[in-house]
């Protein structure tokens, strides 16, 4: 197991990586972000240094992002690699500002009322940093008509600590059910949706189980992204989630090879993979992605992948359902249906 972290770290490096207020004219568009996390702040002025690894209580802000008028769809940097970080090429975080719980829901209900709040959670290997501008770029590339939320936890951002990661996303599961609940609660959104990826399904599930309980909330669409929770315990959990969220969608795929990875080291099929033990449920849109998506690692799909972004953006703006959405042919298991891209 310990010799294959190294390799699973490698492979889950993709993990880290509109209507928000936008600017018009010039070479960029400025998207907010709202944000909740339990990292600890460091004290520093600059963006990418504000919060660090450790777990502090739960804190609430918003940042500005920087994004190029022509960046491509699903990638953060124009020029990765060539260049220093700029707005003109990179999206960019300008800013942040952390809030008091009544100044963060004020400005958050004037982003949202009447109209959706998406809030994205990410997964293993991923900064605080990178989870905002990962959430920016989604927002831009999704036209998303509302108020991108981020819900950062204190995984360590760094290759070779999955085990620690995976203690950490347990330890925030009780922050988080107290962010979802607010931003439902005092966004004054229309729609609330929530996006998880990778290991960061092991929070929402848990914490949406937590709220099933009370229906202290409800949700538009809960999408669970290449999720790395066992596919047994998903499967068992699932019947209290449904009716928390208005839809449930599962992307999967039979070619991501961070969740075979996992698979090893775990023992058993994650929910995330669209092989034989493909997760079909009643009430749970599974969508199989592995004709289209054509990366190396095949893991972060959910926000680089050209068609499943488009797919993305018919669930959350038009809220269809798959049966509803172009280029998904339905195919039976078990005398269930599920989707596949009909590329």
Same mark, same amino acid.
């Given at each position: 197991m310990v010799r294959a972290l190294p390799l699973l770290a490698l492979l889950t490096a993709g993990c880290r990586i509109v209507e928000a207020a936008a600017t018009p004219g010039g070479e960029t568009v400025t998207v907010r972000v709202f944000y909740g996390t339990d990292r600890r702040a460091t004290g520093s002025a600059k963006p990418e240094e504000a919060f660090g690894q450790s777990r502090g209580d739960l804190v609430l802000g918003s940042c500005e992002v920087s994004v190029p008028r022509d960046h491509r769809m699903g990638e953060l940097d124009l020029a990765w690699g060539r260049w220093k970080p700029s707005p003109r090429t990179h999206v960019? !975080?300008?800013s942040f500002k952390v809030q008091g719980e009544d100044e963060f829901a004020a400005e958050l209900n004037q982003a949202a009322r009447d109209r959706a709040a998406f809030?994205?959670?990410?997964g293993?290997? !991923?900064?605080f940093h990178d989870a905002i501008r990962r959430t920016a770029q989604m927002a831009y590339d999704l036209g998303f008509e509302g108020a991108p939320v981020a819900y950062s936890w204190p995984s360590k951002g760094e290759m070779d600590d999955y085990n620690e990661d995976e203690r950490r996303v347990r330890n925030t599961i009780a922050n988080l059910e107290t962010f979802l609940t607010l931003v439902c609660k005092r966004s004054g959104a229309r729609v609330v949706h929530v996006l998880a990826p990778s290991m960061g399904n092991r929070a929402p599930v848990a914490a949406l189980d937590l709220i099933s309980e009370t229906r202290a909330a409800e949700f538009g669409a809960a999408i669970f992204a290449a999720p790395d929770v066992a596919a047994d315990e998903f499967e068992q959990v699932f019947p209290n989630l449904r009716p928390v969220a208005e839809r449930s969608t599962l992307y999967a795929s039979s070619k991501d090879l961070a969740l075979g990875v996992s698979k090893g080291i775990h023992g058993g099929p994650r929910a995330g993979d669209s092989g034989d033990g493909m997760v079909v449920l009643p009430g749970?849109?599974? !969508?199989? !992605?592995?004709g289209v998506d054509t990366s190396f690692l095949g893991h972060s799909y959910y926000g680089e992948n050209k068609s499943v972004l488009a797919d993305l953006k018919i669930l959350l703006r038009e809220r269809k359902g798959a049966a509803q959405r172009p280029n998904l042919a339905a195919r039976a298991k078990a005398g269930r249906t599920y989707w596949k891209f009909d590329r």
């Open positions: 960019f !975080v300008l809030i994205f959670i990410h293993y290997n !991923v900064t749970l849109e599974s !969508v199989d !992605v592995s």
